[in-house]
T-cell receptor, first 113, second 107 residues
Framework: KAGVTQTPRYLIKTRGQQVTLSCSPISGHRSVSWYQQTPGQGLQFLFEYFSETQRNKGNFPGRFSGRQFSNSRSEMNVSTLELGDSALYLC????????????FGPGTRLLVL | EDQVTQSPEALRLQEGESSSLNCSYTVSGLRGLFWYRQDPGKGPEFLFTLYSAGEEKEKERLKATLTKKESFLHITAPKPEDSATYLCAGGTDKLIFGTGTRLQVFP
C-alpha cells in the first residue's frame, strides 16, 4: 500500500500571503489529521477531518483551516502568514475509529520570510 | 490538562550500550500510547501502539512497555542506525505528543 503523501514538500512564502497544503491518505483511511512541528513547541495538533467533516480542532487561530474531499484527500490553508508559521506541517491518516494508529506523511516544510 | 513528558531530552550511547527512554503521561480517556521514530526532516515513523498496562511489544532491538502512568522504550545493543528522535504520544481523539528523546549512537 502506498503511504501518506504530501505536496508540496517545500514552500517559501512571505508574510501576509496565504498557502494551501495537500495530503493524500493511505487508501481506505477516512481520517486525516494535521499537525504543526516546530523546534520550540514540538508536534501540535491542528485539526482532524473524517468523512469530509471536521471532527476535532486544536488551539490554533482561525487563520488555519482545512477541508476534506469525498476521496478523503485533505487540504489545509493558512491565511495571512506570519513569521511564526514557519514549521514542518505533517498530516497523518488512520481508519478513523478513534484511538487507532495514525500514519504520517513526509511533511511540508514551510518557510515564511 | 493532558500532558506527555519524555526523558531524557537527549541520550548518547556507545554502540551496544543498552538503555531505556521514559514517557510519562497524564491523559484523560487514553485510548492508546504510541511510539514513533523521527529522522531529521522526515515525518514520524510508527513503531508501537500499547493499549493496556502490562502490555509489551518488540521489534528488532526495541521493546516498548506500558504501566498506568509511564511507558518505556528499551533499546538493546543499539547500532548507529538507531540514531533518531523517539516520540511518544497519548491518543485520545487526537495525539498528544511529548517533546521527544534525541538518541545518538556512536561506534
Amino acid at each position: 500500500k502506498a503511504g501518506v503523501t504530501q505536496t508540496p514538500r517545500y514552500l517559501i512564502k512571505t508574510r501576509g500571503q496565504q498557502v494551501t497544503l495537500s495530503c493524500s491518505p493511505i487508501s481506505g483511511h477516512r481520517s486525516v489529521s494535521w499537525y504543526q512541528q516546530t523546534p520550540g513547541q514540538g508536534l501540535q495538533f491542528l485539526f482532524e477531518y473524517f468523512s469530509e467533516t471536521q471532527r476535532n480542532k486544536g488551539n490554533f487561530p482561525g487563520r488555519f483551516s482545512g477541508r476534506q474531499f469525498s476521496n478523503s484527500r485533505s487540504e489545509m490553508n493558512v491565511s495571512t502568514l506570519e513569521l511564526g508559521d514557519s514549521a514542518l506541517y505533517l498530516c497523518a491518516s488512520s481508519a478513523g475509529q478513534g484511538g487507532e494508529t495514525q500514519y504520517f506523511g513526509p511533511g511540508t516544510r514551510l518557510l515564511v520570510l | 490538562e493532558d500532558q506527555v513528558t519524555q526523558s531524557p531530552e537527549a541520550l548518547r550511547l556507545q554502540e551496544g550500550e543498552s538503555s531505556s527512554l521514559n514517557c510519562s503521561y497524564t491523559v484523560s480517556g487514553l485510548r492508546g500510547l504510541f511510539w514513533y521514530r523521527q529522522d531529521p526532516g522526515k515525518g514520524p515513523e510508527f513503531l508501537f501502539t500499547l493499549y493496556s498496562a502490562g502490555e509489551e511489544k518488540e521489534k528488532e532491538r526495541l521493546k516498548a512497555t506500558l504501566t498506568k502512568k509511564e511507558s518505556f522504550l528499551h533499546i538493546t545493543a543499539p547500532k548507529p542506525e538507531d540514531s533518531a528522535t523517539y516520540l511518544c504520544a497519548g491518543g485520545t481523539d487526537k495525539l498528544i505528543f511529548g517533546t521527544g528523546t534525541r538518541l545518538q549512537v556512536f561506534p
